[in-house]
């Protein structure tokens, strides 16, 4: 296994160490979108001790939660699996979550600001999948398939709105965050509340994994042979 140092970069130690991604998302570390910079920069912007850090992650394994190493997997195959572990979960997960949330502010309508932000994100996350599964990765396994200028450009565009995409959808999961204290229910808080906040870490989790894929193994590998 590759030791982990302070000079790689998130996205190439998270492609390393899969686990490693719930480190940093607990410190709210953007590591899906910010996979360029470096463990040590993004130690002192956080105020977080790297030592520390290069402990907890070089003790995880190298699996991947299905035992799937994706860094060994090739593009195509990068796109189906995204499809079919992420996008399909997806569909099914986020009706469900919606009426436990529903549920949730009935009990407590303070915490209404929960199920709002958490609704926005829906539409977002579905409008995104549904961009990606019609129009994107078509475009983008033809260019893989039959690479030329023509398809290169139009592509770029559509990548460049995917990426500002992510961006925002993590920033939706820290304001979810604030308003949940990092996801930690109060003693009191009914069983309602516990599992809505529980499944929202669990999107969160895979929303992060899934934009990772993308931004720092599927466009990085793009831009790298063919675009520079």
């Known amino acids: 296994m590759k030791t982990i140092t ?32 470096t463990l040590d920069e993004v130690a002192e912007n956080h105020h977080l001790p790297l030592e520390n850090l290069l402990y907890e992650i070089n003790r995880l394994g190298t699996e991947n939660q299905d035992g799937i190493d994706i860094k060994y997997m090739d593009e195509q195959s990068i796109i189906s699996y995204i499809q079919r572990k992420y996008h399909e979960d997806l569909k099914d997960e986020l009706p469900i979550l919606e009426s436990y949330a529903e549920k949730m502010v009935k009990e407590n309508g303070d915490l209404e600001v929960i199920e709002d932000v958490f ?3 829906k539409t ?8 990606e599964d019609e129009n ?38 820290w304001r979810l965050r604030d308003f949940t ?28 994994d899934h934009v990772h894929l993308e931004n720092n193994i599927l466009f990085k590998r793009m831009r790298e042979k063919h675009y520079d």
Request: hydrophobic residues 30%; charged residues 35%; proline residues 5%.
């Open 6 to 37: 302070g000079q790689m970069t998130l996205g190439n130690i998270v492609t390393e160490i899969p686990k490693s991604g719930d480190i940093f998302r607990k410190q709210r570390v953007d590591f899906a979108n910010d996979g360029n910079r």
């Open 119 to 121: 609704l926005n994100l």
């Open 124 to 131: 977002a996350l579905l409008d995104h999948t549904r961009d």
């Open 136 to 173: 994107v990765f078509p475009m983008l396994s033809s260019f893989l398939e039959d690479p030329s200028e023509n398809k290169k450009e139009a592509l770029k565009p559509h990548v460049t709105e995917l990426e500002d995409e992510h961006r925002n959808a993590a920033e939706t999961f």
């Open 181 to 208: 204290n990092d996801y930690t229910p109060s003693e009191e808080d009914s069983g309602t509340i516990r599992l809505v906040y529980r499944r929202l870490e669990k999107l969160e989790k895979d929303t992060l």
